[in-house]
């Protein structure tokens, strides 16, 4: 351990990082989670709140969720939840008690302590695509199963762009490496291409042992240290309607034991897995997600925990999932009116229905990320790169994606909505008079640099301007954008020694066979 702690101290440097950025591929924006300026969007009453709480704790205790797992049936038999076979119903006043203990807002620290988020209050933080089987891009030309190298290209991505603040689960699934070892391999990947605040899947207790003990390698932390502040996040679902599953409660569990951050979010779709309608679908979420947090309050009391939505709609002629619909932005928002109702921090995700970057997938994600800023969302999940419903990633698609993200940056920038004499320019507008114009005065050139968003992406000339330079369209530039980020990218320093010890801990769990499997 003290060698642990020799590293941690000379592992210095990270300010490198952003001096490398400024020479990169595009000028983006700087790091600087936004805060979200805005009042949000509340289409609830207080009798509509109200009502959708008392649905929500009524399915708690006249229902119940089904909990499949045995550790969790014996702590809520203890804290006197009922019982029955794996169906459990707790009462509103425990809900309620427990759920109070759950901070309003917490800090995750990754190994680069610059890149610590705050989760909560009005801190608005992006993440990355997570967990799809599949990917696709403009070279490949169609859907194929992910591998490493495509996951690793969408890492870099992740690091990449300021305006993604977490590295949520694996952008893409690399099924050509075998389950039994895939998480520590790109674990390994995340912890030394990525500087950002990391995740674990729980998925069995050996994979979340593993995730907790290589973030602590990373960091140069003690134990102590590491369970003494979060230092990375889960996020599950429930198994919708009303159930939770062993290995994601499992997960939970040892997280919360260890001081590390939960996100709960049901995935709820309204006409298939939840009632047609919106607030019934709402409040089956609520009550999903509430039974799983108020468990690992009474387990933990004070553990970091984030209230989740995704609660959208099914295609009624066909059955399948539909995003960034009206509904779904509805429900986001709702939830959001419930999360601030229960002083929790809230996550929702950025996503769509669109098989290939296109106008179908930039409206439904633009209408999905919106939803987002008006629920007044904490983390948004999926913000970058999503296609197909979540079963597809795609780098094109995380470019044009971190372009309407930057947009949002600017737009929560206060100097916009500045009313300082300056803004008002009452002198500039009476130099200017009643003909001339503004291009050559000095208010507007002390300000011409800086004074709207500058787009990295799109392309505003005009259509001769545009047709000369070759007519590219959107999805083709973000691949070009894509290659030469990748090519170009070199990853955040990390410690040598801290390196070393990373690859020593992968090797020795892939010769113990790393986490059981199914086949």
Same mark, same amino acid.
Request: glycine share 10%.
């Given at each position: ?87 459990? +119903? ?82 893409? &699934? ?32 050996? +994979? ?59 995935? /709820? ?18 009550? &999903? ?19 989740? /939505?995704? *609660? ?19 429900? /986001? ?43 007044? /969302? ?85 259509? &001769? ?10 999805? &083709? ?39 059981? *499997?199914?086949?």
């Amino acid at each position: 351990m003290a060698d642990t702690q020799t590293r941690k101290r000379r592992g210095g440097g990270r300010a490198g990082a952003a001096a490398r950025r400024g020479s990169a591929v595009i000028d983006q924006m700087p790091w600087n989670p936004p805060t979200n300026t805005d009042k949000p969007t509340e289409p609830l009453d207080q009798a509509g709140i109200e009502a959708i709480h008392e649905g929500a704790m009524r399915i708690l205790e006249e229902i119940g969720i089904e909990f499949y797992n045995e550790e969790a049936l014996g702590i809520m038999k203890e804290a006197g939840c009922t019982i029955n076979g794996d169906n459990v +119903r707790m009462g509103r006043d425990f809900v309620m008690e427990m759920v109070a203990k759950a901070p309003s807002k917490f800090t995750i620290t990754p190994r680069n302590p610059d890149k610590t988020i705050e989760v909560g209050g009005k801190t608005l933080l992006f993440g990355n695509v997570s967990s799809p089987p599949n990917y696709w891009d403009l070279e490949i030309g169609t859907k194929v199963a992910g591998n490493r190298e495509m996951c690793r290209n969408l890492l870099k991505l992740t690091q990449y762009f300021n305006c993604i603040h977490f590295a949520g689960g694996y952008p893409v &699934e690399p099924v050509d490496i075998h389950a039994s070892v895939r998480h520590l391999d790109v674990l390994y990947d995340k912890l030394t291409l990525t500087d950002k605040a990391m995740h674990a899947y729980s998925l069995g207790k050996e +994979r979340v042992e593993d995730v907790m003990e290589m973030v602590r390698i990373a960091g140069g932390h003690s134990h102590e240290e590491f369970e003494a502040t979060p230092r990375m996040y889960t996020n599950i679902n429930s198994t919708s309607p009303l159930k939770h599953d062993h290995p994601m409660i499992d997960g939970c569990l040892r997280l919360a034991r260890r001081g590390q951050a939960i996100v709960v979010t049901p995935f /709820t779709l309204a006409g298939a897995m939840a009632p047609v309608t919106m607030a019934g679908a709402v409040a089956q979420s609520l009550a &999903e997600a509430l039974c799983a947090i108020a468990l690992f309050q009474y387990v933990r009391p004070g553990i970091p925990c984030v209230i989740g /939505t995704f *609660t959208s709609n099914v295609d009624m002629k066909s059955g399948a999932p539909a995003f960034g619909t009206p509904e779904y932005m509805r429900s /986001t928002q709702m939830t959001g009116q419930m999360a601030r109702y229960y002083g929790l921090p809230m996550r929702s995700s950025g996503v769509c229905a669109a098989n290939v970057p296109d106008g179908q997938a930039v409206w439904e994600t633009s209408n999905s990320l919106w939803a987002a800023v008006q629920s007044g /969302t904490n983390m948004v999940y999926h913000a970058a790169g999503w296609l197909e419903g979540g079963l597809i990633a795609s780098p094109e698609k995380f470019i044009m994606d971190c372009e309407i993200l930057q947009q949002i940056q600017r737009y929560m920038q206060p100097e916009i909505t500045a009313t300082g004499p300056d803004e008002i320019a009452l002198d500039a507008i009476k130099s200017v008079g009643n003909d001339g114009h503004f291009f050559g005065i000095q208010h507007t050139q002390d300000r011409y640099t800086t004074a709207f968003y500058q787009p990295f992406l799109s392309d505003w000339k005009n259509y &001769e301007g545009w047709d000369v330079a070759g007519g590219i369209w959107t999805a &083709e530039r973000a691949h070009h954008m894509f290659k030469e980020i990748v090519t170009s990218f070199e990853p955040p320093p990390i410690d040598d020694g801290i390196r070393e010890e990373l690859e020593d801990f992968v090797a020795r769990r892939k010769a113990e066979g790393g986490a059981p *499997t199914d086949f």
